[in-house]
């Protein structure tokens, strides 16, 4: 079992930044493929971001358009997602989600992930 937590979440104002984190349990973080959605209210979650085993690989949505920068550190067991530039479209409820097994082939699918976070709320005012 593999449990996330995610942290860093809160309400900026429109060009601000935040910086979110996702600890991850277990002794084999360096293997997971890990990924960020988000869902904003009536709307379906979506892909945001995604970093391969040992974040040399990153991918990001096309929204994104450089704003956001994904890091992990596997000795922490962490993932991060820095969000700059921060514009009211982008409030939603932030997940960090874990692939544990096999190819991380339809990565920008929430069904390639096994593992997910509880969620943490993202506020950006205009």
């Known amino acids: 079992q593999v449990q996330l937590v995610e942290s860093g979440g809160g309400l900026v104002q429109a060009g601000g930044s935040l910086r979110l984190s996702c600890v991850a349990s277990?002794?084999?973080?360096?293997?997971?493929?890990m990924g960020w959605f988000r869902q904003a209210p009536g709307k379906e979650r979506e892909f945001v971001a995604a970093?391969?085993?040992?974040?040399?690989?990153?991918y990001y949505a096309d929204f994104v358009k450089g704003r956001f920068t994904g890091s992990r550190d596997n000795a922490k067991n962490t993932v991060y997602l820095q969000m700059n530039s921060l514009q009211p479209e982008d409030t939603a409820v932030y997940y960090c989600?874990?692939?544990?097994?096999?190819?991380?082939?339809?990565?920008?699918?929430?069904?390639?992930?096994?593992?997910w976070g509880q969620g943490t709320q993202v506020t950006v005012s205009s």
């Open positions: 277990g002794h084999t973080f360096s293997n997971y493929f």
């Open positions: 970093l391969d085993w040992d974040g040399t690989s990153t």
């Open positions: 989600a874990a692939r544990t097994y096999g190819s991380a082939y339809g990565f920008r699918a929430s069904s390639a992930f096994n593992y």
